[in-house]
């Protein structure tokens, strides 16, 4: 398969290489929508239209996961209603309403 | 969902668990993590809440995660590790970039890069910072596996003119999308840039030991695959009745952790004064397997020099941001020792609590301060293993 033959489904930073017929799932990232298809985990569902999970607490760039096995802890998001998820290993699903900065919620 | 050749080895493993599971023959608990040993309990947290699990034998298999080398400008988004990149590809079919270059050594430098262009990724380039010297040396032990040693060269051609041995890494320089390009010198000395959006960066593999370590195990450091690990007999014994296996314990891969999983299920049925399977045969193949192993750990080596050598400003810490600046000072102030450069710089302090960022601390520590890379100690661990969100950990189940 030829590069050109990748399916961009964003301007993100992801890249789907197969499995471009999944169902769709729609989620929702700071209240705008966005489509992931079924089966993919949050950090895919983000990347896919967007370049990055969150910005860091500590330096001027943006982050966007390292490890993908729930091991660097760099790919923290929130529910809208303030529980965290590790993006890498959580499944997005319909309706999932997603947050990249913390709520001001007590978890 | 794509799994390389062994895929039936693989399928043929998960298809006895499935089994045992079905007929009720083990208690498994998915989606659930040991945060805690104390008091011969495990503390865990499960989808529905905190669990507390009290043991008298306990077989940890923790495996291991890539070893990490901090270059300057790895922490911005777009940097991932190798084993991120092959998992992103393995269990999502994505590419985690459209222009890739990839970086590190060992054998999942050379498997990864093979994987993506396989399934039409871009690969820009491959950049093995093993001197091809070095894997020469080491191909007479690692022989003793031939058929493995085949099919990395076969899959080392495949990447043709993108794959360079030898190569020092200068940088990732990024936008504030990520990373636009990566600065490195080739074999002979000739600077080099090579434009990209996605770096994937390991060296070899990391044994993931915090486990063991709260269960009371030894560690002693291990020259050859240049990290602590835990002490154990042949068959896995570390502490009374606590019992390791697989990459967690020693890097033999994933044949070698399937052997080192049978090895310690018999040590634990013998100490508990039941029948135990042979081992003669296996404990003979997995000496094999270690000394294949060791090889590989010599041709494709710890990257000693490209961390000493990183510059003041490279951020070495990617969760808190702590450069190599403030290690090497906190190590002049506070003397050679892992735990108290951590107090004073906050280095292993972090989220990802040291899991890659130790390695390159202590090589930073004994090189500023003249003294062996294992005189500064290992990080103590600290409970719990990873961080945990407090109201999940307060909800009992
Ligand atoms: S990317 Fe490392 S924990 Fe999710």
Not at chain 1, 33 to 62: K, Q
Not at chain 2, 8 to 35: C, Q, W
Not at chain 2, 83 to 110: D, F
Not at chain 2, 204 to 232: I, K, M, N, S, V
């Amino acid at each position: 398969m030829k590069p050109s033959a990748q399916k961009d489904f964003g301007n993100g930073r992801i890249v789907r290489l197969v499995e471009f017929n999944r169902p769709r799932v729609r989620f929702f990232l700071n209240g705008a929508e966005g489509e992931a298809l079924a089966g993919d985990t949050v950090l895919t569902a983000i990347l896919v239209c967007s370049p990055a999970l969150r910005r860091s607490e500590f330096g001027p760039e943006t982050r966007a996961g390292f490890c993908l096995m729930g091991s660097c802890q760099d790919c923290w998001v929130w529910l809208e209603d303030g529980v965290r998820l590790r993006a890498c290993s959580t499944p997005v699903y319909e309706g999932m309403r997603l947050a990249t900065e913390a709520p001001e919620v007590w978890p | 969902m794509l799994y390389g050749p062994d895929s039936g080895k693989a399928n043929a493993l998960h298809t006895l668990f499935d089994i045992m599971v079905a007929e009720d023959r083990i208690d498994y608990h998915p989606m659930s993590s040991v945060v805690a040993i104390a008091e011969g309990a495990l503390h865990v947290l499960t989808p529905g809440g905190r669990r507390i699990f009290g043991y008298d034998r306990l077989i940890l298999a923790t495996g291991a995660t890539d070893r990490l080398a901090p270059v300057p400008g790895w922490q911005s988004a777009g940097v991932y590790s190798l084993g991120a990149a092959q998992i992103a590809l393995k269990a999502q079919g994505v590419a985690l970039g459209r222009n890739i270059v990839l970086a590190g050594s060992g054998p999942l430098l050379t498997l990864v890069a093979y994987q993506l262009l396989k399934m039409g990724a871009q690969i820009a380039a491959v950049l093995d910072t093993a001197p091809l010297s070095a894997q020469v040396a080491a191909l007479p032990d690692m022989l003793t596996r031939p058929g493995l040693v085949l099919r990395g060269v076969a899959m080392r051609l495949q990447l043709g003119r993108r794959y360079h041995a030898g190569v020092t890494l200068e940088g990732i320089e990024c936008d504030e999308y990520g990373p636009a390009a990566v600065r490195w010198s080739d074999a002979r000395g000739t600077s080099r840039v090579t434009p990209c959006d996605m770096v994937g960066l390991g060296w070899h593999l990391r044994a993931e030991t915090q486990l063991a370590g709260l269960a009371g195990c030894a560690f002693d450091y291990d020259e050859g695959w240049a990290q602590w690990l835990p002490r154990t007999d042949r068959l896995g014994r570390a502490v009374e009745g606590v019992y390791l296996a697989g990459d967690g314990v020693r890097i033999l891969g994933a044949d070698g952790a399937e052997l080192s999983g049978r090895l310690a299920a018999a040590a634990c049925l013998a100490d508990l004064g039941l029948s135990a399977p042979d081992v003669a045969s296996n404990l003979r193949r997995q000496a094999r397997y270690e000394r294949f192993a060791r090889a590989l750990a010599r041709a494709f080596p710890w990257p000693a020099a490209l961390v000493r050598a990183a510059p003041d400003g490279t951020i070495v810490c990617r969760c808190e941001g702590i450069t190599a600046g403030e290690v090497r000072e906190a190590a002049v102030h506070g003397g050679a020792e892992a735990n108290r450069v951590k107090s004073l710089s906050r280095l292993g302090m972090g989220r990802c609590q040291g899991r890659y960022c130790q390695l390159a601390g202590n090589e930073l520590i004994a090189a500023r301060t003249g003294t062996a890379v294992c005189d500064a100690e290992r990080l103590r661990e600290q409970a719990p293993v990873r961080p945990v969100p407090i109201a999940a950990w307060m909800r009992e189940s």
